[in-house]
């Protein structure tokens, strides 16, 4: 019995042994230590360049800056992305509204660029020698805006030709409105003549990608009535608006960017079809005649957001045109009236429909 023991003791240890011979464990490899870093004190002349480059001459803050940089803007309601090139948007995305009614659908992007060349509302003056490509200075490289408060984000820019130009936004934490108001202060010894040029693209996408691009285009009411002009509208020649202009800007099936006037700041509108699918709008303020050390002002109303009738009406300027409700609209914006009604008080559109359905199913019942 000892005997097969000790064998059967012996054969077990050959085994393992044998077993950790042909199929070694990987060995782990120790994490490596950076090496210590000596710090030497600098010699006395390093010492004295670096104060030689410190006490070098900076450039004056008001000749703009050199470098495009971004300025994020969040609000309760969307959050944007200005660009100092321009004093323009390039980014403008809703935070209450997807593009499909999953967990993980996107976000709503009215605006998306990542082409300066196509960022919107960059001002531009051939009279006075003012590229929409300049770079603006700005102090903020970050604004957050809640609840009723309201901040203003500023850009400035002073050219070589003697004026400074100065874009103020300000944001409303709890709208989606913006105001926009670009100031011309003439330094010069000459007087400063010509149209302030306000550039505002818009990609049109195709609709069969996203259904609310079914109804997708350029939108301006002017003399009284709401013009509507898709891509393929301009396809031979421009449109040009220039009378009584109250707003312009595009459309589609559910929502609305647009540039309204402010104190008749609106001459005229040119409507014309860009590079690719694009459709290029060119707002034009009225002329001005800027003597030396006199200043003159253009003001307009933004809005980005929803087709909401109540939101729209609140804008003024006769923005609730833009809801277009069709042919049938005459018996439609009275059951969106009764829609909304029963909302307030259901706070489910599908239930106020039901409701609206009953009480119809109960009127037309005799016939």
Request: net charge positive; proline share 5%; hydrophobic share 40%.
């Amino acid at each position: 019995m000892e005997k097969r023991a000790i064998i059967a003791a012996v054969l077990s240890i050959a085994f393992f042994y044998a077993y950790y011979m042909l199929f070694p464990s990987p060995q782990k490899e120790l994490p490596k230590q950076a090496p210590k870093q000596v710090t030497t004190p600098a010699p006395a002349t390093v010492a004295s360049e670096q104060r030689v480059i410190e006490t070098k001459p900076q450039p004056q803050p008001q000749s703009g800056a050199s470098i495009a940089k971004d300025v994020v803007v969040d609000t309760d309601l969307y959050t944007a992305v200005f660009s100092n090139q321009g004093g323009s948007l390039k980014s403008f995305v809703l935070k209450k509204y997807r593009e499909s009614n999953t967990a993980g659908g996107k976000q709503v992007a009215l605006i998306n660029e990542s082409n300066p060349g196509l960022f919107a509302l960059k001002t531009g003056s051939q009279g006075i020698s003012l590229s929409p490509a300049v770079i603006y200075s700005t102090t903020v490289d970050r604004l957050t805006v809640k609840g009723d408060q309201k901040r203003t984000l500023d850009f400035i820019y002073t050219s070589a030709h003697g004026y400074t130009v100065k874009k103020t936004y300000t944001v409303h934490g709890d709208g989606y409105n913006i105001d926009l108001n670009t100031e011309i202060i003439n330094n010069d010894a000459n007087t400063l003549s010509g149209k302030l040029e306000l550039a505002f693209p818009y990609q049109v996408v195709d609709k069969d990608k996203q259904s609310r691009f079914e109804v997708s285009g350029a939108v301006t009411f002017a003399d009284n009535a709401f013009k509507s002009e898709k891509l393929s509208d301009l396809e031979s020649k421009p449109k040009l608006f220039e009378k009584n202009i109250s707003l312009t800007g595009f459309a589609d099936k559910y929502f609305l960017s647009a540039v309204l006037s402010k104190d008749k700041d609106i001459s005229e509108v040119r409507t014309a079809k860009g590079t690719g699918n694009y459709i290029d709008s060119t707002i034009m303020s009225p002329a001005f005649s800027i003597a030396p050390g006199q200043e003159y002002s253009v003001s307009y109303r933004l809005f980005f957001g929803p087709k909401d009738l109540d939101i729209l009406k609140s804008q003024g300027n006769n923005l609730e045109k833009a809801l277009d409700l069709g042919w049938f609209s005459a018996i439609a914006k009275p059951l969106l009236f009764v829609l909304k009604f029963f909302y307030q008080y259901t706070h489910n559109y599908g239930v106020a429909i039901i409701i609206i359905t009953v009480i119809l199913k109960i009127l037309f019942f005799p016939l």
